[in-house]
């Protein structure tokens, strides 16, 4: 058995050792190719964009037979869709943006904690504060098992 030990250290010494040669580009692409698929790019950004547009436009229709309909499940997965579909694109516009190398065109993020028990300031106070952090559990309790054993 130490003899098959050893063999594979050898092995894998030996496989560790070989230096590996890194492939390089065989051809570079001069300006006009780049500038044709830089421009290929913005086409299909395009469409993608005016593709999402339109799905967008046609969930607002289907919104509007909703709301007169009153189908509350069917109007949530429509609000859902239309929320995702609007992020779309918004990611496409900033895409675009960036292909035509438009200044500012991507956005920084602030990322702002919020402390525990303290609502944000763009929602709207809940009537009782205690059940919520209860029905919750802290931060860290991503199972809520805390509550769950309390019970």
Not at 82 to 104: F, H, M, P, S, Y
Request: proline residues 5%; without cysteine; charged residues 20%.
């Amino acid at each position: 058995m130490y003899t098959h030990f050893r063999a594979a250290t050898i092995v894998l010494t030996i496989a560790v050792a070989t230096p590996t040669q890194a492939q390089t580009p065989a051809t570079t692409v001069d300006s006009s190719q780049q500038s044709a698929r830089d421009s290929e790019k913005l086409t299909i950004l395009q469409a993608e964009l005016t593709e999402q547009k339109q799905i967008a436009a046609n969930l607002q229709q289907t919104r509007a037979v909703q709301l007169a309909a009153n189908n509350k499940t069917e109007l949530d997965k429509t609000e859902t869709r239309l929320e995702e579909v609007g992020g779309n694109i918004a990611q496409l516009q900033q895409e675009i943006d960036v292909a035509q190398g438009k200044t500012r065109a991507v956005k920084t993020v602030v990322v702002k904690p919020v402390e525990q028990g303290r609502q944000p300031a763009s929602k709207p106070a809940q009537t009782n504060p205690a059940q919520a952090a209860t029905a919750t559990g802290p931060w860290w309790d991503l199972y809520n098992r805390q509550n769950a054993a309390a019970k």
